[in-house]
């Protein structure tokens, strides 16, 4: 099955100021990279996702990159506001075999956005 | 009118006793999941019903029983409850490609004194 790493655990940061976040994967058959945050006391919710065919996509102040010869999708979120602090989680996919959305989540980033 | 949507949101008990938490979707979906999130917030996956269908059962203790009883809803009971399993447990449902955005609940917040 997928392994997912992320990194950092925590990351703080001043309003306006930029955030990265960094996940390795292990099957190299992965396809699909979402991310998903997670709100105090919601669910976990995607804000935005990439497929293996691009290696870049933007959403406004949130990007996703994407490179499969490393193994590694980042999440950047630009500007930083203090809505932004939330718990961001990467996730990978089945492998192609596995068709039933299996969905392996790394530990997950607290991200903290102070003013 | 909310997708995914699972009750109760607050579930306090004592060790022993047994409980059920019911989720209901209305997207339309064919696949459900249960996901244990700890203090740590990592999440697990535990169950998934395709068609109200086992597909995916994670090492789980046999105290924790899903029941489909349709593909719009997912239940979960859980027997002889222990301190361990303080948690908060989500439902999520997928169309079932694993290329497609999974829809959460808002959790359940189970806590065992």
């Known amino acids: 099955g997928e392994n997912v790493e992320q990194h950092p655990s925590t990351l703080s940061v001043q309003e306006g100021d930029s955030a990265v976040i960094k996940c390795t994967y292990s099957?190299?058959?992965?396809?699909?990279f979402p991310w998903y945050k997670q709100e105090l006391g919601k669910g976990p919710q995607l804000i935005i996702d990439?497929?293996?065919?691009?290696g870049e996509k933007k959403d406004q102040r949130i990007a996703v990159t994407l490179n499969k010869t490393a193994k590694h999708f980042s999440l950047h979120i630009t500007e930083t506001q203090p809505e932004d602090s939330a718990v961001y989680f990467c996730?990978?996919?089945?492998?192609?075999?596995?068709?039933?959305?299996?969905?392996?989540f790394g530990a997950g980033t607290q991200v903290v956005v102070t003013p | 009118d909310t997708a995914v949507s699972q009750t109760p949101k607050y579930l306090v008990t004592q060790m022993g006793n047994d409980k059920s938490i019911k989720c209901e979707q209305n997207l339309g979906h064919d696949t459900m999941y249960w996901y244990k999130q700890d203090s740590k917030k990592f999440l697990k996956i535990m169950f998934s019903?395709?068609?109200?269908?086992?597909?995916i059962n994670e090492t789980v203790p046999n105290r924790f029983s899903p029941k489909s009883p349709d593909k719009a809803h997912l239940n979960l009971h859980i027997n002889s409850l222990e301190l361990g399993d303080s948690a908060v447990y989500f439902c999520a449902s997928t169309t079932g490609q694993g290329d497609t955005e999974a829809f959460f609940g808002q959790g359940t917040r189970l806590t065992v004194v």
């Open positions: 019903y395709n068609n109200k269908e086992l597909i």
């Open positions: 996730a990978a996919p089945p492998t192609p075999t596995d068709s039933w959305g299996k969905l392996q």
């Open positions: 990439i497929r293996s065919n691009v």
């Open positions: 099957d190299s058959a992965s396809n699909y």
